[in-house]
């Protein structure tokens, strides 16, 4: 049975920095290239687990690796290449502080702030007497901050703008990005979706 890899210590040549995030090990390559390797560790509510998942990390790593590419017409990407099924090989980069979450659906997040009473999240109104999993009109955008250590928090587009997070021009390009980007992943399941309907009936849909 293979061993869950939970940690890892390398030393590349050329190599000027080294971060360790909740699941990945990231090597600074000359401040040009990174080496991320997305290790079996286990992170749950900011809490790293002490045992990790055998083959977790490759199956993640792979996931991303297919949508990058899958994406890359859309939006250049760091990825350069994948040498191993948990190591993908790219571009350093500086990174936005914000993370552009979009919602299609009512649930998670969005519905426990909405059942607690909220009737609005990152600054976008949600309408009265919706329920659990129900599909919004058009999907919404709920940046968060992207933290370091612990939890990331809701922010609105105006207080990232005015926080100086980020510049209006870049937003707008953000948010492109993101709608772009969720109408190709609307598509790739609805896709899949048919193709397994197919797989069951035998008929196409």
Avoid at 51 to 65: D, E
Avoid at 107 to 135: D, F, Q, V
Avoid at 157 to 171: A, F, P, Q, R, T
């Amino acid at each position: 049975m293979k061993r869950a890899i939970t940690e890892t210590h390398f030393s590349f040549a050329g190599q000027s920095g080294f971060y360790k995030g909740k699941v990945r090990d990231v090597y600074h390559i000359g401040g040009k290239i990174m080496i991320m390797i997305v290790t079996d560790r286990i992170s749950a509510f900011d809490v790293v687990l002490p045992s990790g998942i055998p083959y977790k990390g490759q199956v993640l790593n792979q996931i991303a690796a297919r949508f990058l590419d899958l994406t890359s017409d859309i939006v250049p990407n760091w990825k350069i290449e994948v040498p191993d099924p948990m190591v993908t090989a790219g571009h350093f980069a500086e990174p936005f502080k914000v993370e552009m979450v979009i919602r299609g659906y009512l649930t998670g997040h969005a519905w426990r702030e909405y059942k607690s009473g909220k009737r609005m999240l990152c600054g976008i109104p949600i309408p009265e007497g919706m329920k659990e999993n129900e599909k919004f009109g058009k999907p919404i955008i709920t940046p968060t901050t992207k933290a370091l250590i612990g939890h990331d928090e809701d922010i609105s587009k105006e207080e990232i703008i005015s926080s100086g997070l980020v510049s209006e021009s870049d937003y707008s390009i953000l948010e492109d990005y993101t709608y772009r980007l969720f109408q190709r992943g609307t598509e790739i399941a609805d896709k899949l979706q048919n193709m397994n309907l197919v797989r069951k009936t035998g008929k196409s849909c």
